[in-house]
Every structure is written in C-alpha cells, then in structure tokens.
C-alpha cells in the first residue's frame, strides 16, 4: 500500500466531494481539517473538479486531497498537475492505472469481482476499492474474498453509510470506507462548513468509540489487594477474579497485587479500533510505551500504555472484543 493510501487507512474514511462551484473547495476542505478527516476524493463528475482539487491543494496543504470517478488518462494527469495525491476509479480502468503506476500516482481501480481484483494484482497493487458495495454482497462477499486474496485491502463505497460504516471497518481487510455520507451534498450546498466539521467530529469517534474499560487501582501488596478487591465487590455486587498480577471486580476495577505503572494507578480506555486509535493519539504528540505492549495469542495487538501519566495516572487503550 502506498504512503498516502497507508495515511489514509490510519483515519478510515474517505469522503467523496463533488462540487459544482470551486469556490466551495477551500472552505470545505478546512472544514474536513478541523473535524478530523483530512482527506478529499474530489470527483470529476462536474467540471469543477479539476480546479477544486487546484485550490484546495494549493490553499489547504494539510488536506490529503485526490481525484475519484477517473475515467481516463486526462483526468488522472490533470490530478498530478494539480497537486492531486491519489486518483480513484469507479472501475478497473487498464489504461488509467498502468498510467498511474508508471508516473508514481498512488491509484485505487475499482473492482467488484474476483478478475478485477487479479488484474489489480498483476500491476503490483495492494489497495483496490470494491464497488457498488452493498449491491455486490457488501460484507459478506468482502469475508469470503478474505481467502484467496488475504494480501489485498479494500475500500467499500456504494451503500456504505453511517449505518453500517463502523461493520465494514471491523473486517480486517477494509482499509477505508467511502461515500457522500460525508460531506452531505445538503451541507455543502447550504455552505455549512461548521456542520460538515461538526459531522466529521461525529463519525470519527464513531470510528474509534472510546469508552472506559476498567479503573486501576495501585494496592501495593497481594493481601491488600485482595482486601480493596472483596469491598468493591461488595459494595456493587460484582464477580471477584484472579490474575496473575491483579484482581478484577467485574469489569469495574484492577486491583494490582505489586506496584504498578501510575502515581495512583491506571485507566484503560476501551476503542473499537486499536490501531486506529493509536494513529489518532501520535497525531496529537501522543507517545506509547513500546516496553508495555500487550499482544493476543494469533500477535494482534490489543493493549498499548501511554508514557506520560496524567493526573498521576497512567492510561493505556485496549481494543473491544469484535463481535
């Protein structure tokens, strides 16, 4: 996968932008920004495209800023010309892509069966888009093209929505989703770039779903531990359960047996996507413990300490069973 398209899966959504009037671009693309998306598949479905992706490039370096419905080679150069950083296609274009391969313009073809995916395959792609989606058997067929393309990733768009965008990201081959369901062409008509910022802010802790998981609570010693442990459980009625480093009150508290990270003690904070998480996190400066990793037995990632405490509390984040 290339760069771009990697910076693009650390967020998880691709809004789809078709502008009739230029002048939107700008104003649209610092709302994208300031709501957390920074990223514009501008479409060539009206003739502002081009342009649009001119400015918002030009004005808005923070944007990652492309073009989608690419139909030929034209639009795909003028996308480079333009200070476009991907190109996207509706469908497995030959001539566009081998194009884009050979002038280092990250492309993602669309594809829908399994030959498109092969094809894609066979220029050395990684990252295709699966379109229309939800026409095609949406997750079910993205599951079961899990198998023999297991090294592909995909992009869904076509009946992904607010609904359902967060099912199509807990598959682990979904590396983004797509669609108008942001920014909202009503919004953007009605120039309510405050609304697309607010919607952005929405669907992004959608994406991630924070949540606390359990409070920790430093005991010092394993009889004391087991003593803070019975009060609690007391107190809220909760089950008792014993680790090897601590006790668990129901899924309220960590009692630790020995001294522990944090002044005070720890917070773990549940996501949907760890992952995806952790990139939102070092984008604000955010650094991670690399000595307090904790992975699942088949090496997926699942809890990930922070260094620096907060209020005499170490904070760790810890990803969500999926269902």
């Known amino acids: 996968m290339s760069d771009v398209f990697a910076q ?7 809004p789809l932008v078709t502008l009739d009037d230029p002048n939107d671009a700008v104003p649209l693309a610092r709302a994208l920004v300031a709501g957390g998306i920074p990223i514009a598949e501008v ?12 400015r918002m490039a030009k004005e808005v370096p923070e944007i990652i800023v492309g073009a989608g419905t690419v139909h030929d080679i034209d ?8 200070g476009g950083k991907f190109v996207i296609t509706p469908g497995f274009n030959a001539k566009v892509v081998d194009w884009c391969v050979k002038n280092n313009m990250p492309v993602c073809p669309g594809t829908v069966v399994p030959s498109d995916i092969e094809e894609a395959m066979n220029f050395g792609l990684k990252l ?12 079910n067929t993205l599951k079961a093209l899990a ?3 297991g090294a592909m990733k995909f992009v869904p768009t076509g009946g992904v929505g607010l609904n359902n965008l967060t099912d199509y990201l807990d598959l682990p081959n979904v590396a983004a989703v797509g669609g108008s369901f942001i920014p909202p062409s009503k919004l953007v008509k009605a120039k309510d770039w405050d609304g697309i910022t607010k919607l952005c802010k929405e669907i992004t802790a959608k994406v991630l779903d ?3 998981g359990h409070v920790g609570i430093n005991a010092g010693t394993p009889e004391n531990a087991a003593t803070v442990t019975g009060q609690i459980a007391a107190l809220f009625d909760t089950d008792q359960r014993e680790g090897d480093i601590s006790f668990f009150s129901g899924k309220l508290v960590e009692v630790m047996k020995k001294p522990f990270v944090g002044q005070n003690g720890h917070i773990c904070v549940d996501t949907r996507d760890i992952k995806r998480a952790m990139a939102m996190l070092k984008r604000k400066g955010v650094a991670f413990d690399d000595d307090n990793m904790f992975y699942d037995a088949k090496g997926n990632l699942v809890t990930a300490y922070l260094k620096d405490e907060i209020g005499g509390f170490a904070f760790h984040i810890r990803q969500r069973p999926k269902a």
């Open 8 to 14: 693009i899966s650390d967020y998880g959504i691709v």
């Open 43 to 54: 479409t060539f479905r009206t003739s502002a495209g081009g342009e649009a992706i001119k």
């Open 75 to 82: 639009h795909a150069k003028e996308t480079l010309d333009n």
């Open 210 to 212: 924070f949540s606390v």
């Open 128 to 139: 295709v888009k699966f379109f229309p989606a939800e026409a095609y058997g949406g997750i």
């Open 147 to 149: 198998g023999p393309f």
